[in-house]
């Protein structure tokens, strides 16, 4: 199962939006609702930021969305701030019965 | 408070065995289905397998499949991760972690810190 593409790297400044691509196939992310969106700093454990395509999490900023169309999904961040500098992972359920990740994406907030 | 807490890590000669374990506590561990994920050294996160809040359904990535197992006493609140021919290339940081669901792959609220696995001659 290949991984699912993400970029490499975003950057924004506070309080712009950027948004973050999750490009896979039908067999994944556009074959299913099982998209999630984590969070991960260094050191530390990673953090379910969306989960099925759209939902945020109880204590999750409204500042931070996501969707899809076909078989790319997205995740939003607006009002960007320095505490969102981290790296970011998509992830799906695929048609094998397994989970696939992104190669993750580095966000800077400048 | 909801925690998953990883043990057994360490380092191991390559083609050698580890099994690491996953504490669970906070919430009915018996009600969701578990995943193993890792992160090797400068990449990125990766799926390894997951549980059936049952424990009758297994899966597996590629990678792993045919050496890693996946495991859960409910009873002890605990996963698991039996880890043999072990090769240089799973040196990495494991993480165990609980899905919001028991049965499907919905999306992972609940992580644990992780637990270092070295393997080296």
């Known amino acids: 199962q290949s991984a699912l593409t993400q970029p490499a790297s975003v950057s924004g400044s506070p309080g712009q939006s950027i948004t973050i691509s999750c490009t896979g196939t039908?067999?994944?992310?556009?074959?299913?609702?099982?998209v999630s969106w984590y969070q991960h700093h260094p050191g530390k454990a990673p953090k379910l930021m969306i989960y099925?395509?759209?939902y945020r999490p109880s204590g999750v900023s409204n500042r931070f969305s996501g969707s899809k169309s076909g078989n790319t999904a997205s995740l939003t961040i607006s009002g960007l701030q320095a505490e969102d500098e981290a790296d970011y992972y998509c992830s799906s359920y695929t048609s094998i019965s397994t989970l696939v990740f992104g190669g993750g994406t580095k966000l800077t907030v400048l | 408070q909801v925690q998953l807490v990883e043990s057994g890590g360490g380092v191991v000669q390559p083609g050698g065995s580890l099994r690491l374990s996953c504490a669970a506590s906070?919430?009915?561990?018996?009600?969701?289905?578990m995943h193993w994920v890792r992160q090797a050294p400068g990449k990125g996160l990766e799926w390894l397998a997951f549980i059936w809040y049952t424990g009758t359904n297994e899966y597996y990535a590629d990678s792993v499949k045919g050496r890693f197992t996946i495991s859960r006493d409910n009873s002890k609140n605990t996963l698991y991760l039996q880890m043999n021919s072990l090769r240089v290339e799973d040196t990495a940081v494991f993480y165990c972690?609980?899905?919001?669901?028991?049965?499907?792959?919905?999306?992972?609220?609940?992580w644990g810190q992780g637990t270092m696995v070295t393997v080296s001659s």
């Open positions: 906070g919430f009915t561990f018996s009600s969701y289905g």
């Open positions: 099925e395509v759209s």
């Open positions: 039908s067999g994944d992310v556009g074959g299913y609702n099982y």
């Open positions: 972690a609980k899905d919001r669901g028991g049965s499907t792959m919905r999306g992972s609220e609940i």
